[in-house]
Structures are given as C-alpha cells and as structure tokens.
C-alpha cells in the first residue's frame, strides 16, 4: 500500500472529509508522505551541464536508518554544500 500525498491530505482535510484526529493518526503512523526539505545540488562539469550526486544505501529500503547511517547522511551533505552549486533557474 502506497503513502498519501501531502497534497491529498490537504484536499480531504480542507473538504471536511477528514477530521484533526484521523489526519494526526495517519501522520503518526508514517501512512502520509513527507516533503523533499533539502535543495538538489549539482557539479558543474561545462557550460550549461550539471550533474547531481547521489547517495542511497542498497538494500535498504526497509530498513529503518541506524545512527551511523544518520550521521553518515550528515555528514555527506556538509561535504555537498562544501563543493556543490545550487542550479541557477532557467538554465
């Protein structure tokens, strides 16, 4: 069963489908998407061409993340913000 989208939760929240307790309940229980909080970074390899790192741990994708893996993650993005841009908009 897939999550639900946070836009969803609005929609049914706002049409009064959904009342505060049952939002907070699927929210509790991880059944509600989170938002993407981190902004995509990029090397800039030549004019107009980025590339975009990326990091994930291979058989893990039900695996609640350890505090290494946590520290691990924080530490990778201190290294993206170090030698990493931000894409300038339209390009």
Do not use: C, H, W
């Amino acid at each position: 069963m897939g999550k639900i989208k946070q836009d969803d939760l609005k929609r049914l929240r706002e049409s009064g489908q959904l009342s505060k307790s049952a939002e907070k309940a699927l929210t509790k229980s991880g059944t509600v998407s989170t938002k993407k909080t981190t902004t995509e970074r990029y090397f800039r390899i030549s004019d107009n061409v980025y590339v975009s790192p990326r990091l994930y741990f291979r058989g893990g994708s039900k695996v609640k993340p350890t505090g290494e893996m946590k520290e691990f993650q924080a530490e990778y993005q201190k290294l993206m913000e170090k030698y990493t841009i931000t894409k300038p908009k339209g390009v």
